[in-house]
């Protein structure tokens, strides 16, 4: 019954078609009446059986067509179906209008916003699958901000967060997540693991013994450590290097990049992609010292400047202490001076709590 229906739907389009183009010509020629209706009669016969004897053809191959179209469909990901439906409705649009410019053109206008919605339609359909990222991107956010004032103070769930190769070979992910300071779902892409893969089996020794720990440092946070991790078989194959693969994927899944990477930092910033610097966290829990405060510090090496001593606190922090030299394998009291904050971390600058005498010197304090 519904092949029959369209049949016969073919065959009225057909016929609609002969009588259009029976008319058309009838008035560019000028036809007296009753030529112009045998014109149109005719145009309507021959339409008509035309449609007849091709719906069989046009059935068989639009099948074959929905067919092909359906498989392809089922087998692209969610992500590339919705760029390009969406990608499609931009294209038909844009088709629309322009058809209304031209639909009064003689004789191939009314044809021209057919034609234009195939053309637009299939190129709105292959940006959009090709921009995808970008399109979904810009739909989250714009659902984002036209959202806020509905959410108010409503709490939202944490951002998940991304770890790059850097920040899992250095270690001290582990123990920030046992301390409970990270909330939500780590992210490891499946390209960073590959990274590690290819470190781990290096024949530089040194890159194999840190390649294996980060594989150690990630299979203790999965197995030992209450928080959820995720591994992203997302890959972006048009981008080659790693870092430019991590910001668009931070992009995609609106997430924050993990990381103690200076230049990945920069990069991640310029291109709006908020990180989280392990580094810049551990130099903000160091504690804080002030001028004229007194400490211990055992002077192990010469400074650069002539007569300097260098010691370090339990942190790492390291402490320059002027006239410190001749104290190297002492444990002395030293008077804070300055501090200098740089991008490498902290450096204190410090003199000796020392009264001098005619024999010599000793210390005090």
């Known amino acids: 019954m519904v092949h029959r229906s369209i049949r016969l739907f073919i065959m009225l389009a057909f016929a609609g078609i002969g009588l259009y183009l029976g008319r058309t010509v009838a008035d560019n020629w000028n036809w007296s009446v009753e030529i112009s209706w045998a014109a149109n009669g005719l145009g309507v016969i021959i339409g008509g059986l035309l449609g007849f004897f091709l719906a069989p053809f046009i059935l068989k191959k639009a099948k074959l067509f929905v067919d092909w179209l359906e498989g392809g469909i089922q087998k692209l990901p969610a992500q590339d179906v919705m760029g390009g439906v969406t990608g499609l409705i931009i294209g038909l649009i844009i088709a629309s209008l ?17 034609i234009g919605s195939i053309i637009l339609g299939y190129l709105g359909w292959r940006v959009g699958t090709k921009r995808r990222e970008d399109i979904i991107s810009f739909i989250q956010s714009f659902y984002r901000r036209s959202n806020k004032a509905e959410r108010g103070f409503k709490k939202e769930g944490a951002t998940p967060k991304i770890l790059d190769t850097s920040v899992i070979i250095d270690g001290r992910i582990a123990d920030i997540c046992r301390s409970g300071f990270i909330e939500g779902s780590l992210i490891i892409p499946s390209f960073v693991l590959e990274e590690l893969r290819h470190i781990a089996d290096s024949s530089d020794i040194l890159k194999r013994n840190r390649g294996r720990r980060g594989l150690d440092i990630l299979n203790k946070i999965r197995n030992e450590l209450d928080i959820k991790v995720n591994i992203c078989e997302k890959d972006f194959e048009d981008i080659s290097e790693v870092d430019s693969k991590l910001v668009k994927l931070a992009r995609v899944f609106d997430a924050l990049i993990l990381t103690n990477d200076y230049n990945l930092n ?14 810049e966290l551990a130099n903000a829990v160091k504690p804080v010292v002030l001028p004229g405060e007194e400490m211990q510090v055992q002077v192990i090496k010469d400074g650069k400047e002539t007569g300097q001593g260098v010691g370090y606190l339990d942190d790492g922090t390291m402490i320059v202490v002027e006239n410190g030299k001749r104290f190297i394998g002492q ?6 001076t300055s501090v200098l904050q740089t991008a490498a971390g902290r ?4 003199k000796p709590k020392v009264v001098e005498h005619k024999q010599g010197f000793s210390q005090f304090g």
């Open 347 to 350: 450096m204190i600058f410090a």
């Open 98 to 114: 322009l058809g209304v410019s031209f639909f009064r053109l003689p004789f191939i206008g009314p044809f021209l916003p057919i």
């Open 331 to 336: 444990n002395i009291g030293v008077m804070v």
């Open 266 to 279: 920069k990069v991640a910033e310029l291109q709006g992609v908020k990180v989280l610097n392990i580094n």
